[in-house]
Structures are given as structure tokens and as C-alpha cells.
């Protein structure tokens, strides 16, 4: 039992429980509670204020940058209403692409006619988030961020962060700088456009803006460019191409590096596959497609149609301005046909390489070859010569390999490739036409071909003409120059223009520009004056002397071409024979005043001075006026109006021009039985009894006399008249039947003489008669009908008997001797005056004309002063 403890062990038990207890850390030091919350208060206060100061100062910041990077940038409203630079296109009337006018080949597609491939391969290459993003893609921007600091200093092209719509503002509204400040303003920019504009706008601009290589702006001028065909025929593959090219559309272009732009056109297929956009077996089997790039072979051009398009395109710009012509799109038909153009230009190009190897001589070769290549392998030096401008197609260029006296041994290549060589020999024979002239003519013949070809000369030869004992014929580009113009004068509808030998050489148009003296040419409208004062086409005129005293005091005797006097010849010969002194003489009666007033009428010249020279064709006009004026007269009178345009349309299909037109006036009215009566624009100028007159006449130019070289063979009525100037300068002969008026001209853009004998029928007569051979193949003859009323009689001088048109009242044989009567005005019924002619001097006495018709001697010719008007 135990009794009470000790105060000993009462210690001894306390040490021992103390020492079982679990250690304690020490006590700290007690504080006053409320220092420590208002301790913590304070903090947490300050580092609220902190952060908002932090936050507003960075809004105030980024406020003021954005403030100061919106500043003046351009609003995005013109977006709404954008219209991209498209191309003008011209085409023919087979609706044949000749021309396509601009600085951008870009053909606008609206968004409900893009293919959803096009569209999935490049949202696919370039904006995945296109859809769903903001305007800009925000990681894309912290991630480009990130590896372009990494890249300072490196000069590498910082990494692209750009959205299509980020891509639309740089294209559309901001230059192509690549900076920071450009980046935050093209993404600002893009963020408005974002909120003012759908996706499907925005992506529509993208597509057909985007510029993709090739000359190719958008994606329907790519589809062309790349696979020559539309935008709707890509396939997969061929979408992902185009897709694949806006990163670097050189780079990536699959004629130069095609291997580059198949690795990025697989990637852009699997970008589109792992996209959900096509499957995975149009992935396979587009990623097992080949390559196959075809360049678009585009319109083979028209020979000669430059000068056309350039008439075309300057019209447009009078019409519409210049801005709408390069950049809007419009789409115009002409009245160009691809075919006659064709002939014309070849018609034309043969008569002046004929000419000039009769006439000219050898201008020297194009260029020279280093003989050491000649040793070894002329083909790759000859490969490297620029081709030049006016180049025949059947042409090519030719090097002079090696020669002897008599041969010259010439190689050229067979199309583009340079291993394709052929050989070939000129004779000496085929040489002398480009001997050099001596005082104006042809030199002594030439003994050895060294005298004009040495070796590693570089000539222009005709592999298709062999010449003379050679295999090839030597050629070379004429300087002597011509025209050529047709159109159908019931519309005025021009199917043809050729302005010189290349448009490519000179773009000078001899067929609208080139004002040159029309000779003999103009004198159908003399004797229309005559026909509309009451002549009649029989009546007897005057070939005899003619003086007139000019305002200057000088005295103007001119001749004839054959340099005599027939005497008293009936009207249609003397427009027959193009007798310039009977043509004076009928205008002195008929007044020099009233066939001013014709000439101004049928504008021939806007206005004639009153001077004789004037009458026969001492005066400027052009060819293009000349056309016009004779389409008048095809037209018996009625006025037209040439065009080269039919119609100009918009992008959006409205008609913006339309060529004045024919309308029916019997057509509703339910008479079957009755032939259409068409009005047709244009005021009448002549009346058609007088009109129909000059055109029999006209028919016996082409029969009988100076226009007979032009339409040999062609055994039709055909209506024309010669013109040959003064020296030779000039020669033109325009003719026409009911349904065609065409006209030629052919001389030196100096004028200089064209050569002893070398009249309008001989010059221009071959080239007009080739291209008429092909223009009325296949047409019908039509005879040109007699106006109601007239009657047609044969009438006869010497030997030649022709029909002639007399009106009503009229009767072959009653002015037989009107011409006779030398110092009065005829005393006709016409409604024309006789003013002008009251400074005429007469000096010729008609007792002594008389007897000098056909086959009889002339008498002795006076001294004659044809510096002034027409010649035959």
C-alpha cells in the first residue's frame, strides 16, 4: 500500500513526465494584432493600384499607338465598291480574240462562280482560320513574333503571320513595304475590313486580285496561264497548284522550277486532306498526279491587224477615256475578218517584195556572225540573233556559211530548235536584183557573190522560194510602203485595214494618217458634177491644151500622161483614159466651185481650195477618205459612215455602244410579197440617176482602160478608178462592186519617184487584184442595178463600143457637140452655177482639133508644167 510521496519524489515524477512530453518550438515574441492587418491592407492596396495603373496605362498606350497607326490610313468603303483593273478585249467578227488591251491580264469571276476547289486550296495554303478568325489570326501573329526575334540580325524575310483579308489590305489598300509599322496598320485595316465586309466578299477580292505569276492576276487568268483552260476544268491537283503560289509565285512557278512547284502543290493536297476538304482518295490520286503545266497557247495573232487594234484602241480611248479602256473590262466586237485580213496583208506584202526586187537593192545583211563560229557550230550563235520586226512568217534567218563565185552556201535553223539546221545555196542569178543603183538605176551585174554576201553574214532568206539555180531566195523588208482598206459600204463595216508592212516597225497608220496627193483618183467626183449639171455621158469635152494663170501670176500648163491631143472625145473616154486636160476642161464649164463643193460633200478633203491643180488631185486627203467617198458613190449617193467597232459591252453585260443600224421600214406591215425596204443612216449627197452614171463609166475604166491591170480575172462588174501623181510619187487604185469598196495605195513615206511607167493600175492594181481574188471567192456577181426610169444604150467612139446610162430626157448622141463651145458655160439643165471660172484663158482653137480622135497623129506638144496635179 502506499502512503503519501515525498516531496523528493514528488520532483523526481515531474522531471519524468516533462521528459516524456513532444518537444515545443520556441515561443515568438507576442505583437499587437492590428499592426499586422493593417500591414497586409496597405500592401495588397498598392499592388492593386500598381496593376491598375499598369492596366490603364497600358490601354492609354496601346489607345495612343493605335490612335497614332490609324491616323490617315484609307477607309475600307472603297472596298464595297471595288472594281479590279480588268483587261479591254477585242475580237473579231468570228468572235476571234485579237487583242486584249492593259497592263494586267486579269478576268474578273464573281464568288458564286469560283469552284469550291479553288477556293478550299488556297484557304488551305493560306488562312486555315479564314472562316472563323477576326480579320487576323492572333497566334499566328505571337508566333511569327517569336522566330522573328530570334531572327535579328539575320537578314532573313521576317516569317508571314498575313490572313487573306490581312492579304486584300496590303494588295488593295497599302503598298507592299514589308515593316512593323506597315504590319499594325494592315492588321487594323483588317479588322475593319473584317466588320464592314462578308467572308464571301473578302474572299472573292483575294481571288481575283491576287497576282500568281505569268502575267496572271487572279485565279481565273492563272487557270489560262498554267493549264490553258477555265477556271470550272481544274482539277484538285491543278487547284492546288494555283493555291500553293501566292507565297512566291516565281519560285513556284512550274515552267521554271518544277520541282519546287510540285513539292509545294503536294503540300497544299495534304493540307486540304488533313482540312476535311477531300478525301482521302482524292488526296491519293491528286498527289499521283503529274505535272503537267501547259502555258496558254492564247489567239494566234492576225497578220497585220496592229494597225486595226491601234485604230480600235484609239477610238475606245475618244469614246470612253483612257482608264476605262485599259482598265474596265470591256468587252468590244469589231468588224475585223481574220481571213481577208489575212489575204490583205499577204496581197499587200508581195507586191511591195516584187516591187523592190525590180526597183530596189540590197540593203546590207541584218547582222554578222564571228567567222570562228562558222568553222565550228554556227547554229548556237545563229540562235542567239534577235528575230527581226517584219519578219515574214515563211522567212527566216539565214547565215552565210561559205561561198564561192557562183553559189553562196547559206544555213538557217528549221523552227526553235537550234539542232534543227538545214542548208541551202543563192546563186548569182538570184543575187543581181539587190545589185546597188548607179544615178537612180539598177549598176552592172554583179560577176561573184562576194561583191554583196561574205561569210557570217546574217540575211533574211525564203526557204519555200527557190530561186534561179539556187535552193533559197535572198529577201529583205521593202522601205517603199503601202495600204490597203475595205469595207461593205451598205454598213460602212471595215473587214479590213493594213497600214504598212509591221505594225511591230512602225506603228504610223498609211491607211488613216498618211495624207498624200490622190492624182488621178478624185476625178470620179469631177465628172459626177458634170453628170449632176445634165451631161450625159456621151457628150463631147475638149482633150486639148488648158492654161490657167495662177494667183501667184505663174501660168499652169499641165498634160496628159501620153503627152498629145486626141480633140474632142466623148465624156466616158476621157474618164476611161484618166485624159487629165479634157477633165480640165469639163471643170472649167461645169465650175471649178461646184466640184469644190462635191469633194466636200463626199469628204474627199474637209475643204478644196479653188485652184485647177486641186481638180485632178493636187491636194492631201488619205486613203481612209478616199474609201469613204467612193463607198458613197457605191452607195449611188447615200453618205456612209466607215466603222470599225460594232459593239462595246461592260463586265456586267450591259451595252455601253452599239453601231448605228438598219432598220426595216415594210418588215410588221404583213407584205409578204413586197422586199424589204431598209432605212439606212446617211444623208444622200448626190442623186442616184448621176451617181448610177459616173459608175458605168467607172465599169469601162476597168474594161477598157487604166484600171484594167487590177481586176484581171476577176469577171464581175467592177466599177474603179487609177491614180498616179505627179513624178510617180503616188500610186492608188480603188474600185468597188454592190457589196464591197476597196482601196490601195502604195509609195515611199518620203515621196520619191516609184519608177518610169509606174502608174496606179500597174502598182497598186496586182495587190488589189490578188486580195479581191480571195475576198469574192464564193460571193455572188451582182450587177449594179439601174435606177427606175433610166435606160442603158450603146454608145461608140473609134473602135470601142460601151454602155452608158442615160436619164430620162436624155438621148445618146444629142451633146455630141457641147465640147465644141469653148467660150461659154454650158447651157444645160442642172441645178449647178458656173461661178469660178472667171479668170480662165482659153487659147486652144477647136477648128484645130478637129480629126485627132484614136489613131490619129497629135499635133506637136507645148511645153507642159506638171508640178501640180494628177498624171494618169
Given amino acids: 500500500m502506499s502512503g503519501p510521496l515525498k516531496a523528493g519524489d514528488r520532483l523526481a515524477n515531474d522531471k519524468a513526465r516533462r521528459s516524456q512530453r513532444t518537444p515545443q518550438p520556441p515561443r515568438k515574441r507576442k505583437t499587437r494584432p492590428g499592426l499586422a492587418r493593417i500591414a497586409g491592407g496597405v500592401m495588397a492596396r498598392g499592388l492593386y493600384r500598381l496593376a491598375l495603373f499598369g492596366i490603364v496605362g497600358g490601354l492609354v498606350v496601346g489607345g495612343g499607338l493605335f490612335l497614332y497607326f490609324s491616323n490617315g490610313l484609307p477607309s475600307v468603303a472603297k472596298l464595297r465598291h471595288y472594281e479590279p483593273p480588268l483587261e479591254t478585249r477585242i475580237y473579231a467578227d468570228n468572235f476571234r480574240l485579237i487583242a486584249a488591251l492593259g497592263t494586267q491580264h486579269r478576268i474578273y469571276v464573281p464568288y458564286d462562280r469560283i469552284p469550291q476547289v479553288v477556293s478550299r486550296a488556297f484557304i488551305s495554303a493560306e488562312d486555315r482560320n479564314f472562316w472563323t478568325e477576326p480579320g487576323i489570326d492572333p497566334l499566328a501573329i505571337v508566333r511569327a513574333g517569336f522566330v522573328d526575334m530570334t531572327r535579328l540580325g539575320s537578314h532573313e524575310r521576317p516569317l508571314g503571320a498575313s490572313t487573306i483579308t490581312m492579304q486584300v489590305v496590303k494588295n488593295m489598300l497599302l503598298d507592299n513595304r514589308i515593316d512593323f509599322t506597315r504590319k499594325i496598320k494592315e492588321a487594323i485595316l483588317a479588322l475593319r475590313v473584317n466588320r464592314a465586309m462578308s467572308k464571301q466578299r473578302i474572299l472573292t477580292l483575294y481571288l481575283n486580285e491576287i497576282y500568281l505569276g505569268q502575267n496572271s492576276w487572279g485565279v481565273a487568268a492563272a487557270a489560262e496561264a498554267y493549264f490553258d483552260k477555265p477556271l470550272s476544268k481544274l482539277t484538285i491537283a491543278e487547284a492546288a ?180 539546221t538545214r542548208t541551202g545555196t543563192l546563186s548569182l542569178a538570184a543575187l543581181q536584183w539587190g545589185r546597188p543603183l548607179v544615178h537612180g538605176a539598177p549598176g552592172p551585174l554583179l560577176r561573184s557573190v562576194d561583191q554583196m554576201l561574205k561569210p557570217g553574214d546574217v540575211v533574211m532568206i525564203d526557204p519555200h522560194k527557190p530561186a534561179k539555180g539556187g535552193t533559197v531566195s535572198l529577201e529583205q523588208i521593202p522601205v517603199v510602203e503601202g495600204s490597203m482598206l475595205s469595207l461593205d459600204p451598205e454598213t460602212g463595216r471595215v473587214s479590213i485595214m493594213v497600214g504598212g508592212w509591221s505594225n511591230r516597225m512602225s506603228p504610223y497608220n498609211r491607211a488613216t494618217q498618211a495624207h498624200r496627193q490622190p492624182g488621178s483618183s478624185v476625178k470620179p467626183f469631177d465628172y459626177l458634177t458634170a453628170m449632176q449639171a445634165g451631161l450625159q455621158p456621151d457628150a463631147t469635152i475638149l482633150d486639148a491644151p488648158f492654161t490657167q494663170r495662177m494667183a501667184d ?270 467660150d461659154n458655160p454650158l447651157g444645160l439643165g442642172g441645178s449647178l452655177s458656173t461661178s469660178g471660172d472667171q479668170n480662165a484663158q482659153h487659147d486652144f482653137n477647136p477648128a484645130n482639133a478637129a480629126g485627132h480622135g484614136p489613131g490619129s497623129p497629135p499635133p506637136p506638144a507645148p511645153s507642159v508644167d506638171k508640178s501640180l496635179g494628177g498624171l494618169y
Fill in 241 to 420: 497548284m494555283l493555291g500553293g503560289l501566292p507565297k512566291a509565285p516565281t519560285n513556284y512557278n512550274p515552267f521554271l522550277h518544277p520541282h519546287r512547284a510540285l513539292d509545294r502543290r503536294n503540300w497544299v493536297i495534304r493540307r486540304m486532306r488533313d482540312d476535311g476538304v477531300i478525301t482521302n482518295a482524292e488526296a491519293r490520286i491528286a498527289l499521283a498526279s503529274p505535272l503537267l503545266p501547259k502555258a496558254a497557247a492564247g489567239s494566234r495573232p492576225v497578220p497585220g491587224a496592229g494597225y486595226f487594234i491601234n485604230a480600235v484602241e484609239a477610238q475606245l480611248v475618244q469614246m470612253f477615256g483612257e482608264k476605262t479602256t485599259m482598265e474596265g473590262g470591256l468587252i468590244v466586237r469589231t468588224s475585223l475578218n481574220p481571213k481577208l485580213q489575212t489575204a490583205a496583208m499577204d496581197a499587200m506584202r508581195n507586191r511591195l517584195e516584187s516591187y523592190d526586187h525590180e526597183f530596189g537593192f540590197y540593203h546590207g545583211p541584218v547582222s554578222r556572225l564571228n567567222v570562228a563560229d562558222l568553222a565550228s557550230d554556227w547554229a548556237p550563235a545563229l540562235a542567239k540573233q534577235p528575230t527581226p520586226p517584219g519578219l515574214r512568217r515563211r522567212w527566216r534567218l539565214g547565215v552565210v556559211v561559205s561561198e564561192t563565185p557562183a553559189l553562196a552556201h547559206i544555213g538557217w535553223i528549221q523552227g526553235d530548235n537550234p539542232a534543227a
Fill in 553 to 822: 501670176g505663174q501660168l499652169y500648163r499641165p498634160g496628159d500622161y501620153e503627152m498629145s491631143f486626141l480633140g474632142p472625145v466623148p465624156v466616158f473616154y476621157a474618164i476611161e483614159q484618166s485624159l487629165n486636160l479634157a477633165t480640165l476642161h469639163l471643170v472649167r464649164r461645169v465650175g471649178l466651185a461646184n466640184v469644190a463643193a462635191n469633194f466636200e460633200r463626199f469628204r474627199i478633203v474637209h475643204h478644196m481650195p479653188l485652184i485647177y491643180p486641186a481638180a485632178i488631185g493636187a491636194l492631201d486627203t488619205t486613203l481612209w477618205r478616199m474609201v469613204r467617198g467612193y463607198a458613197a458613190l457605191d452607195e449611188y449617193g447615200r453618205q456612209v459612215e466607215p466603222s470599225l467597232i460594232d459593239s462595246v459591252t461592260a463586265p456586267d453585260g450591259h451595252i455601253l455602244y452599239q453601231a448605228p443600224d438598219q432598220s426595216c421600214a415594210n418588215c410588221m406591215d404583213g407584205s409578204a410579197d413586197q422586199p424589204p425596204v431598209l432605212n439606212r443612216p446617211g444623208a444622200q449627197l448626190a442623186d442616184p440617176d448621176s451617181v448610177y452614171q459616173v459608175i458605168m463609166m467607172m465599169r469601162n475604166v476597168t474594161e477598157f482602160g487604166t484600171g484594167v491591170p487590177a481586176v484581171a480575172g476577176l469577171h464581175r462588174p467592177i466599177a474603179g478608178k487609177t491614180g498616179t501623181t505627179n513624178n510617180f510619187n503616188d500610186a492608188w487604185f480603188i474600185g468597188f462592186i454592190p457589196q464591197m469598196v476597196t482601196g490601195c495605195w502604195i509609195g515611199y513615206d518620203t515621196p520619191r519617184d516609184l519608177g518610169k511607167n509606174q502608174t496606179g493600175g500597174n502598182v497598186c492594181g496586182p495587190a488589189w487584184n490578188q486580195f479581191m481574188k480571195v475576198a469574192l471567192k464564193g460571193q455572188p456577181v451582182i450587177n449594179f442595178p439601174t435606177p427606175a426610169g433610166m435606160t442603158l444604150a450603146q454608145v461608140t467612139f473609134g473602135s470601142q463600143t460601151v454602155t452608158e446610162a442615160f436619164k430620162p430626157g436624155q438621148t445618146p448622141g444629142s451633146q455630141s457637140n457641147l465640147g465644141l463651145v469653148a
